[in-house]
């Protein structure tokens, strides 16, 4: 007799964020859903033997095609994190945006695999957004399969990561066992800063590296060196070639600041809120988005490397990005911190009941 690991589906998976957290924990991923390809390929290399499906989750015969992949294994656990577009503060809140409704898919995943537990992730303005009105369908929806949900805001510092981000955690647990959300395991002056994850890294202000490279320095911090334990050699810290004019924009930024402690005339074609931020060393990061052009390294004059972004995520060097840099920061922006996931599911490994395999 052989104890087996809980088994994980991971649905709007992206490159795995969320899932390789679960991974890290010891679990086993089975599928990672997701209609980006190059986002797949990434799942795929960074997910042991994990099977990858590019499908449309709108679609209600991707579930068919997904319980095909599966077969007959049992599946343990379904996280996800749907497109949050129409909940963003960032972007054009829209109550009739389709994307809203995308948690179903989720919903009818558990009806067909009947997991144990769920982990539906999304950002906070879902919870009060529109009155409440998704928050409220997806407790129902999944209260209704048998689930008792609890939901709770999870602050990313708290939990060793070195990024300010906020997201909401729904957690279903079959029965009537309510889900405790894992304590903070950090306080604000133990929180991980910028220094802490990526004072290692080469400078790549006057010269931009390679995908695939050398370590020049030793790890500064024990949060470095949990972050190299697993690799070798250092990929995607590949630098980004700007104009003398942004360099010199950059370079009057002071530590922490951004476009408001310019002089006057000098930034003007960037003005919004995260325009021309400076990273400051001794905080976490401002949030990952998507691009690559509002934030920039609290000491070198250029914008972080796709590797330090993934460091402030807590993806570990051994977690490799494919496709365009462009694409490479995407994937980043949009992942779950890997951390974040490793402490919901090492709490989780309580209330699940897993049993032996012959």
């Known amino acids: 007799m052989i104890d087996r690991r809980p088994t994980v589906i991971d649905m709007f998976s992206g490159c795995g964020g969320l899932s390789r957290g679960f991974m890290d924990a010891g679990y086993e991923v089975l599928l990672g859903v997701d209609n980006t390809d190059i986002a797949l390929k990434t799942f795929k290399e960074n997910h042991g033997q994990a099977e990858v499906l590019h499908a449309d989750l709108f679609d209600p015969l991707t579930i068919i095609e997904m319980k095909k992949i599966i077969g007959d294994k049992q599946v343990d656990l379904i996280i996800g994190g749907p497109p949050c577009q129409g909940f963003s503060l960032t972007g054009t809140r829209d109550i009739a945006d389709e994307r809203n409704t995308l948690f179903k898919s989720m919903v009818e995943a558990a009806k067909v695999f009947e997991p144990q537990a769920f982990v539906l992730e999304n950002v906070p303005g879902l919870a009060t957004l529109y009155k409440g009105k998704a928050k409220d369908e997806i407790i129902e929806s999944f209260s209704q399969l048998g689930y008792t949900v609890n939901f709770k805001v999870l602050f990313a510092p708290d939990y060793g990561v070195p990024q300010i981000r906020k997201r909401i955690f729904f957690v279903g647990i079959k029965g009537d066992n309510k889900f405790e959300f894992p304590e903070p395991t950090h306080f604000p002056h133990e929180y991980v800063t910028c220094s802490d994850a990526i004072s290692d890294l080469q400078n790549r202000e006057n010269e931009l590296g390679e995908e695939i490279d050398e370590y020049i320095n030793p790890p500064l911090s024990d949060y470095q060196r949990l972050m190299r334990s697993k690799s070798k050699f250092l990929h995607n810290h590949v630098g980004t070639r700007h104009s003398d004019l942004v360099k010199d924009v950059i370079s009057q930024v002071p530590e922490g600041g951004n476009h408001k402690d310019l002089p006057p005339g000098v930034g003007d074609s960037r003005k919004f809120n995260e325009a021309w931020t400076r990273y400051h060393s001794q905080r976490p990061s401002k949030t990952i988005d998507t691009g690559h052009r509002n934030h920039f390294h ?61």
């Open 298 to 358: 609290y000491e070198h004059n250029r914008v972080p490397t796709v590797r330090e972004n993934a460091r402030l995520q807590t993806f570990t060097d051994d977690f490799i990005f494919c496709g365009t840099k462009t694409q490479q920061y995407r994937q980043v922006g949009n992942a779950v911190p890997p951390l974040l996931g490793f402490h919901i599911a090492k709490k989780l490994e309580s209330y699940l009941k897993i049993g032996q395999e012959v």
